[in-house]
């Protein structure tokens, strides 16, 4: 996730220079390097994905562990 990051800011500030690409407009008629800029910032700018407290980690674990022991009591019986 960070390469993909670096890599996209890595693009943004080649594109910057304006000697390496060509700008060409984009069919919206912006052009190219601005929608460039436009795309990679919404990228950066979502937030993280969430990741679950403890207590659902914990909440998982026992339920697994409570039908694991319900499956091999009904195996031995």
């Known amino acids: 996730m960070k390469r993909l990051k670096l890599l996209c800011l890595m693009?943004?500030?080649?594109?910057s220079l304006g000697t390496a690409f060509a700008v060409s407009p984009a069919?919206?008629?912006?052009?190219?390097?601005?929608?460039?800029e436009r795309a990679?910032?919404?990228?950066?700018?979502?937030?993280?994905?969430?990741?679950?407290?403890?207590?659902?980690?914990?909440?998982?674990?026992?339920?697994?562990?409570?039908?694991g022991a319900i499956a091999r009591r009904r195996l031995a019986s």
């Open 11 to 15: 693009l943004v500030a080649a594109a």
């Open 40 to 67: 990679v910032a919404r990228f950066l700018s979502e937030p993280p994905a969430s990741m679950p407290e403890p207590g659902n980690w914990a909440l998982l674990v026992a339920g697994l562990i409570g039908a």
């Open 27 to 36: 069919p919206d008629g912006l052009p190219a390097r601005a929608a460039l």
